[in-house]
């Protein structure tokens, strides 16, 4: 399959990596040309602008920072629909709201591009690793278009419904991880304040209801102190605000959601917003008065 994808950033180009892995003849756009390097040096071609990577493609991926970037490289001046033939079928994997992604979905389609929302799960570790959970929203014919390059990348393909539905299936994994996160390290800083070893506690909750694979990915790294991003704090919070927005919209009460968003906020505000989203733990401990030295285990 002709592939352009557009976006090779943290998730992007491991993503990118992969479809040339399986085989699929790419063309890659960045804004950024030293981004594109890696991918050059594999294999892939270099499009000069979105609508030209669109020109000769089968199908278009698109993995930016939001809604203003999505709309900008699908329908801006130089984007995808400038260069798309009828029938070109267009993925975005980024996370945006669902109103936005059904808006640039319906703009799309009246310049004859079939448009397939479809965010991931799994972080660059399964960016890298091609077990990307992928959740998508659109017609049926073009999830079935966009199917094997989606094979390339992830191992839990689900097409959740119409336009817009794979962001609701998003939202609702970023609320269940955000609070997920919050949850691991509001338990280890109480451990750690009551004079108990977190990684103790951590290995007594793994054999219980309380398991999770955040318990047992994202624990180990706050144990380990591990605070390099794989999902950056700022990014949370963007995604978090996307849910309490679309919650406004719909008079929905969500008041879990709400606390978390609050908390990845602060870590924005206080500093922490180009870590990882684990590091909630480091402002925990500062609101706690915890100063942690060689581990969690070891804060006073």
């Not at 979905?105 to 399964?126: I, K, M, W």
């Not at 009551?194 to 951590?202: L, S």
Request: include cysteine.
């Amino acid at each position: 399959m002709r592939i352009a994808f557009i976006g090779l950033g943290i998730m992007g180009r491991p993503m990118a990596l992969n479809l040339l892995k399986a085989g699929h003849a790419v063309t890659v756009w960045a804004r950024r040309p030293e981004s594109r390097q890696p991918l050059l040096q594999a294999g892939a071609k270099e499009a000069g602008s979105p609508a030209e990577a669109a020109r000769d493609a089968d199908l278009v991926i698109s993995m930016v920072a939001d809604a203003p970037d999505v709309a900008e490289v699908m329908l801006g001046e130089a984007g995808v629909a400038r260069g798309a033939a009828p029938g070109l079928v267009a993925a975005d994997m980024s996370t945006i709201a669902p109103a936005a992604a059904r808006d640039i979905g319906t703009r799309l389609a009246a310049a004859g591009v079939d448009f397939v929302d479809a965010p991931v799960s799994g972080g660059e570790v399964g960016a890298i690793a091609g077990t990307l959970s992928i959740m998508a929203g659109g017609s049926a014919a073009g999830f079935a278009t966009a199917q094997p390059a989606f094979a390339a990348m992830g191992k839990n393909i689900v097409h959740v419904g119409a336009s817009g539905a794979g962001q609701v299936a998003k939202a609702a994994n970023q609320i269940v991880t955000g609070m997920g996160v919050l949850a691991v390290a509001e338990a280890f800083a109480f451990a750690s304040k009551n004079g108990v070893d977190p990684a103790k506690v951590r290995e007594a909750l793994l054999g219980g209801f309380a398991y999770s694979r955040i318990l047992e990915n994202h624990g180990q790294r706050m144990l380990d102190r591990n605070f390099k991003p794989g999902f950056k704090s700022w990014m949370h919070e963007k995604d978090l605000n996307i849910v309490m927005q679309t919650a406004h919209q719909l008079g929905l009460c969500l008041p879990g959601s709400a606390a978390t968003a609050q908390m990845f906020n602060a870590m924005v505000g206080s500093g922490l917003g180009e870590e990882d989203s684990i590091a909630v733990l480091k402002l925990l401990e500062r609101l706690s008065g915890q100063e942690a030295r060689d581990g969690v285990g070891n804060a006073p």
